[in-house]
């Protein structure tokens, strides 16, 4: 017995299981307080998302040289029928006291206006009001437009007064990331609480994952935290949040799996030690399978020019390989410490049928297989219509206008702005150029469409020259987030890289926005295949087969089309939401194919287990019937996980959580129990080919046929 259970007693032996139990203690000990500075450690600024080589992210740092990074918050006050003469005198008064204020980075002496819109009789006004970004500008940008806004007051009367500009923006996206953390922690949870105990039945069980997760969670946080601390990795709001949710749901899915195995033996053997063993000892390489290719298929993200994307691959990587090892070390030794009461009421005794044999996983094998051409081609077509609802993506990118699930005062007064102010004002173009060509290079901009010609200059507090280069801004007519404003960027950049000798670069928000839209269009075009091969090799190796890991990879990409051919539609028509990030496409397909293909591996990996003894045939029945309640379980405790998501007021985040859960529901109960069970059952033997298995399967095939099973592919 010792062989059959390899070094699984090393985990969860009489003496071992405490050391396990002591060693996490001690890494909670040491961790947990590093977990809690995380937060700290997010780098939110504008040039931890821009890939490196970008022609903004160069301005960005050339501009440093002029002036400390600045981003303005601009008040906007407006009253429909004109400001009154007591409207000017109370805009006065606050010009006065902003130009007073400091802290948090703001630059109250450099307070820029009002400047009043055209009409002979203004409707609206606007002071711009700097402030300084560093290191700690994204912790301090919220207190700064506080600030602002404790300093101007609310509107009333018929004037309205808001806040907006970048600097307004960025306030509102600090808020919504504000608590990210907690957020998603006690929504990840509560979910995990509820489908624990929907699936246990037993209120004592669930304690022992969630303990398990937790300790994952918090090693994996003090980890990524002292990386980026040391290393340079690039942590921000969105890969923190990510790695939240991926520890849940993947801790919480290899929990289940090992349970239901253990559940299994515990029946079989009056060991509980020997039971954990030998429950290890088989499903332990399925769920390492698993977790090696979401870690793997994680790290490609590390090919990226996104230096936002790049960073997500280590951090999320990191929380799933610390999930596996606490779900592989101190989960199956907590279990052998707590005994067999942790399953009451329903606890597993020794000599206790094994109902997966008699229930509905085991009946829908069985009626599968009576057609399963036709049962997969069925599916295989409704999952392609579904698809079509792909020409509904708009993943171009999402303006700050409909980035927010709600609408934050910033997005109001932007609206209110731009109909009396050029739009793209307060988030100007940004150009560096040779001193020599300064002039050319000016025309060149004043003169393109799209910007507004009398805007061209040296912004306030800005040197002239440094170092032979000069720097000046422009205002854009159309709204900064725009597809118009994008496009005049490209003019410009045209305009100016024709001036020879200027050596001229184009930045700013707008600018940024493009760079990022062109790098995630690389990225889409590169991460996609490379994560395909990487799973296809992962399943090669595990099946040693070609012909299975080919078939899966193909469920997957269909199950992929299907979830965003669904989930489009909704986003447009249930939803309302105006459009996808670029990097939508990108986020889903590497969730839905490294976290979706575990429960491939986990069905498959059982069917060649059974196939070795009674058939391919037989063995994918019996494989259905042995892990189809508990991979449907894991599948609704992931999807529940990412859903979580939706709780941050994001519509990137919530459009990310929306489809992935859609895809792992679909491949849960539709791609994995009925796609590939039907499909293995048509090609029978032949899907383990060209292992022996496929040649030697025939004989134990004829000789032991499970029930109902047609020993004919049609």
Same mark, same amino acid.
Request: glycine share 10%; proline share 5%; aromatic share 6%.
């Given at each position: 017995?010792?062989?059959?259970?390899?070094?699984?007693?090393?985990?969860?032996?009489?003496?071992?299981? @405490?050391?396990?139990?002591?060693?996490?203690?001690?890494?909670?000990?040491?961790?947990?307080?590093?977990?809690?500075?995380?937060?700290?450690?997010?780098?939110?600024?504008?040039?931890?998302?821009?890939?490196?080589?970008?022609?903004? &992210?160069?301005?960005?740092?050339?501009?440093?040289?002029?002036?400390?990074?600045?981003?303005?918050?601009?008040?906007?006050?407006?009253?429909?029928?004109?400001? &009154?003469?007591?409207?000017?005198?109370?805009?006065?008064? /606050?010009?006065?006291?902003?130009?007073?204020?400091?802290?948090?980075?703001?630059?109250?002496?450099?307070? *820029?206006?009002?400047?009043?819109?055209?009409?002979?009789?203004?409707?609206?006004?606007?002071?711009?009001?700097?402030?300084?970004?560093?290191?700690?500008?994204?912790?301090?940008?919220?207190?700064?437009?506080?600030?602002?806004?404790?300093?101007?007051?609310?509107?009333?009367?018929?004037?309205?007064?808001?806040?907006?500009?970048?600097?307004?923006?960025?306030?509102?996206?600090?808020?919504?990331?504000?608590? %990210?953390?907690?957020?998603?922690?006690?929504?990840?949870?509560?979910?995990?609480?509820?489908?624990?105990?929907?699936?246990?039945?037993?209120?004592?069980?669930?304690?022992?994952?969630?303990?398990?997760?937790?300790?994952?969670?918090?090693?994996?946080?003090?980890? =990524?935290?002292?990386?980026?601390?040391?290393?340079?990795?690039?942590?921000?709001?969105?890969?923190?949040?990510?790695?939240?949710?991926?520890?849940?749901?993947?801790?919480?899915?290899?929990?289940?799996?090992?349970?239901?195995?253990?559940?299994?033996?515990?029946?079989?053997?009056?060991?509980?030690?020997?039971?954990?063993?030998?429950?290890?000892?088989?499903?332990?390489?399925?769920?390492?399978?698993?977790?090696?290719?979401?870690?793997?298929?994680?790290?490609?993200?590390?090919?990226?020019?996104?230096?936002?994307?790049?960073?997500?691959?280590?951090?999320?990587?990191?929380?799933?390989? =610390?999930?596996?090892?606490?779900?592989?070390?101190?989960?199956?030794?907590?279990?052998?410490?707590?005994?067999?009461? %942790?399953?009451?009421?329903? %606890?597993?005794?020794?000599?206790?049928?094994?109902?997966?044999?008699?229930?509905? @996983?085991?009946?829908?094998?069985?009626?599968?297989?009576?057609?399963?051409?036709?049962?997969?081609?069925?599916?295989?077509?409704?999952?392609?219509?579904?698809?079509?609802?792909?020409?509904?993506?708009?993943?171009?990118?999402?303006?700050?206008?409909?980035?927010?699930?709600?609408?934050?005062?910033?997005?109001?007064?932007?609206?209110?702005?731009?109909?009396?102010?050029?739009?793209?004002?307060? /988030?100007?173009?940004?150009? =560096?150029?040779?001193?020599?060509?300064?002039?050319?290079?000016?025309?060149?901009?004043?003169?393109?469409?799209?910007?507004?010609?009398?805007?061209?200059?040296?912004?306030?507090?800005?040197?002239?020259?440094?170092?032979?280069?000069?720097?000046?801004?422009?205002?854009?007519?159309?709204?900064?987030?725009?597809?118009?404003?994008?496009?005049?960027?490209?003019?410009?950049?045209?305009?100016?890289?024709?001036?020879?000798?200027?050596?001229?670069?184009?930045?700013?928000?707008?600018?940024?926005?493009?760079?990022?839209?062109?790098?995630?269009?690389?990225?889409?075009?590169?991460?996609?295949?490379?994560?395909?091969?990487?799973?296809?090799?992962?399943?090669?190796?595990?099946?040693?087969?070609?012909?299975?890991?080919?078939?899966? %990879?193909?469920?997957?990409?269909?199950?992929?089309?299907?979830?965003?051919?669904?989930?489009?539609?909704?986003?447009?028509?249930?939803?309302?939401?105006?459009?996808?990030?670029?990097?939508?496409?990108?986020?889903?397909?590497?969730?839905?194919?490294?976290?979706?293909? /575990?429960?491939?591996?986990?069905?498959?990996?059982?069917?060649?287990?059974?196939?070795?003894?009674?058939?391919?045939?037989?063995?994918?029945?019996?494989?259905?019937?042995?892990?189809?309640?508990?991979?449907?379980?894991?599948?609704?405790?992931?999807?529940?996980?990412?859903?979580?998501?939706?709780?941050?007021?994001?519509?990137?985040?919530?459009?990310?959580?929306?489809?992935?859960?859609?895809?792992?529901?679909?491949?849960?109960?539709? =791609?994995?129990?009925?796609?590939?069970?039907?499909?293995?059952?048509?090609?029978?033997?032949?899907?383990? @080919?060209?292992?022996?298995?496929?040649?030697?399967?025939?004989?134990?095939?004829?000789?032991?046929?499970?029930?109902?099973?047609? *020993?004919?592919?049609?």
């Amino acid at each position: 017995m010792t062989g059959e259970r390899g070094v699984a007693h090393l985990v969860c032996g009489r003496q071992a299981k @405490w050391l396990v139990l002591v060693l996490w203690l001690v890494m909670l000990f040491l961790t947990a307080p590093l977990a809690q500075k995380l937060t700290d450690a997010q780098d939110n600024d504008a040039a931890s998302w821009l890939p490196g080589s970008a022609e903004s &992210t160069q301005v960005l740092k050339i501009s440093e040289d002029f002036r400390p990074e600045q981003i303005p918050a601009i008040v906007v006050y407006a009253r429909d029928g004109g400001l &009154t003469a007591a409207d000017r005198e109370r805009i006065a008064g /606050d010009v006065a006291r902003l130009e007073r204020l400091s802290g948090h980075g703001i630059r109250g002496d450099e307070t *820029r206006g009002p400047v009043y819109d055209r009409r002979t009789d203004p409707r609206a006004a606007q002071i711009l009001v700097p402030i300084t970004m560093d290191e700690r500008g994204w912790e301090r940008i919220g207190p700064a437009v506080a600030s602002v806004r404790d300093g101007v007051g609310e509107g009333g009367d018929g004037l309205a007064v808001h806040i907006t500009g970048p600097g307004g923006t960025s306030a509102d996206f600090a808020e919504a990331f504000e608590g %990210i953390d907690s957020t998603l922690l006690l929504s990840a949870m509560t979910v995990v609480v509820v489908m624990l105990l929907i699936t246990y039945r037993s209120p004592t069980l669930l304690l022992v994952p969630l303990l398990a997760v937790i300790c994952a969670l918090f090693t994996a946080q003090a980890l =990524v935290y002292l990386l980026a601390e040391h290393a340079g990795l690039t942590v921000n709001g969105q890969s923190a949040g990510i790695l939240t949710v991926l520890v849940f749901g993947a801790g919480t899915d290899y929990a289940l799996l090992l349970v239901a195995r253990y559940r299994e033996e515990l029946r079989r053997h009056a060991d509980r030690h020997e039971a954990m063993a030998l429950a290890l000892h088989r499903a332990g390489p399925a769920v390492l399978a698993s977790g090696a290719t979401v870690v793997l298929s994680l790290l490609v993200l590390l090919t990226a020019e996104m230096n936002s994307t790049r960073g997500l691959g280590p951090v999320a990587a990191i929380g799933v390989a =610390v999930a596996l090892l606490a779900m592989l070390t101190l989960f199956p030794a907590l279990l052998v410490v707590c005994g067999r009461w %942790i399953f009451w009421p329903v %606890i597993p005794h020794h000599g206790a049928p094994d109902p997966t044999e008699r229930g509905a @996983w085991a009946r829908t094998g069985r009626r599968i297989a009576r057609r399963p051409r036709m049962v997969w081609g069925v599916t295989a077509a409704v999952l392609a219509i579904c698809s079509l609802g792909l020409i509904q993506l708009r993943a171009e990118g999402i303006g700050n206008a409909d980035a927010f699930t709600g609408k934050p005062d910033s997005i109001t007064g932007q609206e209110v702005s731009a109909r009396y102010f050029p739009a793209g004002s307060g /988030d100007p173009l940004v150009v =560096v150029a040779n001193q020599a060509q300064a002039e050319r290079v000016g025309r060149a901009v004043a003169g393109t469409q799209g910007v507004v010609p009398e805007s061209l200059g040296l912004p306030p507090g800005t040197r002239a020259s440094f170092e032979g280069t000069v720097l000046f801004e422009a205002t854009m007519t159309a709204p900064a987030d725009s597809e118009a404003a994008k496009q005049t960027v490209e003019r410009v950049r045209d305009a100016v890289h024709a001036v020879p000798d200027a050596d001229a670069r184009v930045g700013g928000g707008t600018a940024a926005l493009l760079d990022m839209d062109e790098a995630t269009t690389h990225d889409n075009v590169l991460i996609i295949p490379l994560v395909l091969v990487v799973v296809l090799l992962i399943l090669c190796v595990l099946l040693r087969a070609l012909t299975a890991p080919l078939l899966l %990879i193909a469920t997957v990409i269909l199950s992929f089309a299907a979830a965003l051919g669904l989930s489009a539609p909704a986003f447009r028509y249930v939803f309302g939401y105006a459009g996808e990030s670029t990097d939508f496409p990108l986020f889903v397909f590497v969730f839905l194919v490294a976290l979706g293909i /575990d429960y491939n591996i986990f069905l498959t990996t059982r069917i060649r287990e059974e196939a070795a003894r009674q058939g391919t045939r037989p063995g994918v029945v019996t494989g259905l019937a042995a892990t189809g309640a508990v991979i449907t379980s894991a599948g609704l405790v992931l999807a529940g996980t990412f859903a979580a998501l939706g709780t941050l007021p994001m519509v990137a985040f919530a459009e990310i959580g929306f489809a992935v859960a859609l895809g792992v529901l679909l491949d849960t109960f539709i =791609v994995r129990s009925v796609l590939v069970t039907s499909l293995f059952l048509d090609v029978g033997p032949r899907v383990w @080919w060209p292992h022996r298995l496929a040649r030697e399967d025939g004989a134990a095939e004829v000789t032991a046929p499970g029930p109902g099973v047609s *020993r004919s592919g049609g």
